[in-house]
């Protein structure tokens, strides 16, 4: 600590106490705090833990009212070292003396030079280099690792804290210091407990309030991290959740990487005050870069609204061969050097986009600083939050810091622009029906047939289809229909033709009786009317399944790609979900059970609290079965959607047939 304080240019008054020592790295020494002749600011203390309630004795006899603790071996070792320390604190409190600590690293005030640390990080290479972020970490080893990367990438740090066991002073006094420190931006946070859900909450509102921003990596919030946890800071088991539901609710930018707190603490770019912007535009001059954040953006929640008319005739001025231009935007290598920023002016104007991410590749022929340029000068003239992807070597490293130095994201890996652009905007998702859809099925296309004649297709090659029976418009031959099958049952236009058959209010489930089957089909003709169906229709009535796991399977010809079987949680969930994996077709059975492992829903497939396993055979034939029909049917596609499946089988309920019209 001594090195430290001289090589960063502390210019306090700094004495040695130690018990037999006359001089330590050339300071002279004193042999109690009683010798020092004045009260000091702040006491560091570096001796074994039987001796440091000693010093906080020594402390409070000469009115010292802060102190750092170094010294571990208390809470961190254990009931007998808890007892310890919590004598410490008893002392403390009665005696008026604010700690940090014990087992802390130390704290850093990096423009003032008062390096009270032990971290070896603040003297390997060049010293640390001033900045607006404030480092707060539970581990003093992560966070001076923290500390080291961001010295490494060119980022400046205000201050570092290593909180330790933090049993008297916590993070939110750290973070309510911070709020009001005008050398602080942002405050980059490692916690593996949050003590106190008021205190926390009260000081980032006023970190919120004073428009700076708090990243946090939450450790611990899994049940393996808290146990881990629980023998490193005491943190209490069963809270890691709660803990990062906290987080979420306070508006903090919750990361999944420690990288991602010097990276994401170095954007100048965004506020507290409202979410960062979902809405997007993209420029790029490599289509394959293009390719790679588009994907990774898409799958972080990123929507990319169609550009005006106006913008698509600024793109057109400057190059009439963009024929189709569209956001993401690829505007190709010949606009560099000359027309790159004209294209990016003119989508960053557009009205519809709030951010803008520039994919950019290693460049060539000087380009890379007329890259950075180009976007510093955008960025400035539209005030809009900047977002580059850089991925490329070493040499890059002059440009990403020059970008990062004026508050811009830059990601150096496409799984990197990913996992940070989900910190930035969180893990909701957007609810503006505007995000890319992934098409799952073709129950979208308007050549899809489905009603009964795909169920009778089906069963007629082999399928297992829930009972039923197809019928004309008769109430009379329904209700006998009904009591033949057997009560309850479910009711449903049967045309193939008609879509979105449960919007359109024509089906109904859970008949139980021959009144509610003649009142069922009435309503459901006077709806089909209103519709636009036609006046002679087909009903399909049906056994009523139950049990089970409700699955959407799907076969696909994808031509020279081959044919694909998919499967996921079926139901109106495989939209909202969108939780479906693929397997070629023919496949064994271990294929396909390693592709529903793969689900974010695979323990509902293989046996939940109790239940049965789904059949995975049923599912095997299913699948099978439905990719010879498509074969010999000379289909695209087909759906099924929902299959309820359980450990003994299952049956179909509804189906879609998507014919091949390309001949």
């Known amino acids: 600590m001594l090195e430290h304080l001289r090589v960063y240019g502390y210019q306090g008054d700094v004495t040695v106490v130690h018990p037999s020592a006359t001089e330590v790295d050339d300071r002279r020494a004193v042999p109690s705090l009683r010798d020092i002749g004045h009260v000091p600011d702040v006491v560091v203390v570096a001796v074994p833990a039987r001796h440091v309630l000693g010093v906080l004795q020594e402390c409070a006899d000469i009115g010292v009212t802060q102190t750092l603790v170094l010294t571990a071996g208390f809470a961190d070792m254990g009931p007998d070292g808890l007892a310890l320390e919590q004598s410490l604190l008893d002392f403390a409190s009665e005696h008026g003396i604010a700690m940090v600590g014990p087992n802390s690293t130390g704290l850093v005030t990096v423009r003032s030079g008062l390096a009270m640390s032990m971290t070896s990080v603040l003297t390997e290479g060049e010293p640390i280099a001033p900045g607006g972020l404030a480092v707060i970490a539970q581990s003093g080893a992560i966070g001076s690792t923290v500390v080291e990367r961001a010295r490494l990438a060119g980022v400046g740090i205000s201050h570092i804290v290593s909180t330790g066991n933090q049993r008297d002073m916590d993070i939110p006094d750290f973070v309510a210091f911070f709020a009001e420190h005008p050398d602080v931006d942002t405050v980059a946070l490692y916690v593996e407990s949050i003590r106190d859900g008021v205190l926390f909450s009260q000081a980032v509102e006023r970190l919120h309030a004073a428009g700076k921003r708090l990243v946090a990596y939450l450790g611990g919030r899994t049940d393996a991290g808290e146990q881990a946890a629980a023998s490193h800071t005491g943190k209490i088991a069963g809270r890691g959740a709660l803990e990062l539901g906290l987080l979420r609710a306070l508006g903090v930018t919750v990361v999944d990487d420690p990288d991602d707190l010097w990276v994401l603490g170095a954007v100048r770019t965004t506020t507290t005050s409202t979410p960062f912007p979902r809405r997007w535009g993209m420029v790029a001059y490599s289509g394959g870069m293009a390719?790679?954040?588009?994907?990774?953006?898409?799958?972080?929640?990123?929507?990319?609204?169609?550009?005006?008319?106006?913008?698509?005739?600024?793109?057109?001025?400057?190059?009439?061969?963009?024929?189709?231009?569209?956001?993401?935007?690829?505007?190709?290598?010949?606009?560099?050097?000359?027309?790159?920023?004209?294209?990016?002016?003119?989508?960053?104007?557009?009205?519809?986009?709030?951010a803008l991410c520039v994919p950019l590749p290693m460049g060539a022929r000087g380009w890379n600083q007329q890259s950075v340029d180009d976007v510093l000068t955008v960025m400035d003239e539209s005030g809009k939050p900047f977002v580059v992807l850089w991925y490329g070597g070493y040499a890059l490293r002059p440009y990403i810091e020059q970008l990062r130095a004026r508050g811009v994201l830059v990601a150096e890996k496409p799984s990197d622009l990913g996992r940070l652009v989900r910190a930035l905007l969180g893990p909701e998702r957007t609810t503006t029906g505007e995000a890319a859809v992934v098409d799952h099925c073709g129950a979208g296309s308007p050549s899809a047939k489905g009603g009964a004649a795909a169920l009778q297709r089906l069963a007629a090659h082999g399928v297992d289809v829930v009972a039923m029976r197809v019928l004309g418009d008769d109430p009379a031959a329904v209700a006998k229909a009904a009591a033949e099958l057997g009560y309850p049952v479910v009711l449903k236009i049967g045309d193939e033709d008609v879509a979105h058959r449960t919007e359109l209010g024509l089906v109904t489930v859970g008949l139980r009786s021959e009144d509610a089957v003649v009142s069922a089909l009435g309503v459901m003709r006077e709806r089909a009317g209103?519709?636009?169906?036609?006046?002679?229709?087909?009903?399909?009535?049906?056994?009523?399944?139950?049990?089970?796991?409700?699955?959407?399977?799907?076969?696909?010809?994808?031509?020279?790609?081959?044919?694909?079987?998919?499967?996921?949680?079926?139901?109106?969930?495989?939209?909202?979900?969108?939780?479906?994996?693929s397997v070629p077709l023919p496949c064994d059975e271990e294929t396909l059970r390693r592709a529903l492992s793969r689900l974010r829903t695979a323990d509902l497939f293989f046996g939940f609290r109790g239940s049965d396993p789904v059949d995975l055979g049923w599912v095997h034939h299913t699948l099978h079965r439905m990719a010879d029909l498509l074969h010999t049917a000379r289909l695209r596609e087909i759906e099924v959607?929902?299959?309820?499946?359980?450990?003994?089988?299952?049956v179909v309920v509804d189906a879609l047939f998507v014919p091949d019209i390309s001949g």
Do not use: C
Request: proline residues 6%; aromatic residues 4%.
């Open 530 to 581: 209103r519709a636009g169906v036609p006046g002679t229709r087909q009903w399909l009535l049906q056994a009523m399944a139950t049990g089970g796991v409700e699955l959407v399977l799907t076969v696909r010809n994808a031509g020279r790609l081959g044919v694909f079987g998919s499967i996921g949680l079926g139901g109106a969930a495989v939209e909202v979900l969108r939780d479906v994996e």
């Open 641 to 650: 959607n929902p299959a309820l499946v359980d450990g003994g089988g299952g």
């Open 291 to 354: 390719v790679l954040a588009t994907e990774q953006l898409a799958s972080a929640g990123v929507v990319f609204p169609a550009l005006s008319q106006q913008t698509l005739g600024k793109v057109k001025e400057r190059s009439p061969q963009f024929v189709a231009a569209h956001n993401p935007l690829d505007v190709g290598p010949g606009s560099m050097p000359h027309d790159f920023r004209s294209y990016l002016s003119a989508v960053a104007a557009d009205p519809a986009v709030e």
